[in-house]
């Protein structure tokens, strides 16, 4: 679900979301209701349970916890197994080994909402406040959290009733702002221009 304060009234509630800031995670994250594999089968398998280590990521600190998983029965998954989905307890499960709070993800989409954040900025200003708490876990690099908030970005339901408590449903004037995120430096190249530049061919 979108954060609290971008939350209409209209929009469905997948799930209670939880005061902030989050408890820890739990010492194991269990098999429940909601289920996930990458191949979207085999979710009905009762078969035996293995439980492996897995590292969740909140937005002050990250905590090594594990996670239990289930066998997928489709030989061609890729995946291999069935995982948690974790949304009950506000957790993006990544890929079984990274798994990242919605706290966390959430404090991005506000702080690019506000001012142009970008994803290198953001993992290193997260990085230093893990130092500085002193958790002995390192926070992720740039290239695994750019992955992981897109995944998350997809997931949400932003259903089409988008309006302004302020302006009325339908606004005269709506300004979107489509480089807030930006990209690393290393993706620059001479074709890449910004969308203020100048050419002949602007009106």
Request: with cysteine; glycine share 4%; hydrophobic share 35%.
């Amino acid at each position: 679900m979108p954060p609290s304060w971008a939350h209409l009234e209209t929009d469905t509630k997948l799930y209670h979301k939880k005061p902030r800031p989050l408890p820890p995670p739990p010492l194991l994250i269990e098999l429940g209701e909601h289920m996930w594999c990458i191949c979207s089968s085999g979710l009905e398998n009762s078969g035996p349970t293995v439980i492996k280590s897995c590292t969740v990521y909140g937005l002050s600190d990250a905590h090594v916890t594990e996670i239990q998983l289930r066998k997928c029965n489709n030989c061609l998954c890729s995946d291999q197994f069935i995982s948690p989905d974790c949304r009950d307890i506000e957790i993006l499960n990544r890929n079984n080994h990274y798994l990242f709070t919605h706290e966390l993800l959430e404090y991005l989409t506000s702080a690019y909402t506000i001012s142009p954040t970008p994803f290198v900025a953001f993992v290193l200003e997260v990085s230093r406040g893990y130092a500085d708490n002193g958790t002995g876990i390192p926070f992720v690099n740039d290239f695994i959290f750019h992955a992981t908030w897109f995944t998350y970005a997809d997931l949400l339901c932003l259903e089409n009733d988008m309006r302004c408590h302020i302006c009325s449903p339908a606004p005269d004037n709506v300004i979107f702002d489509g480089v807030s995120i930006s990209f690393s430096c290393k993706q620059l190249c001479s074709s890449i221009k910004p969308p203020t530049a100048i050419s002949p061919h602007s009106e």
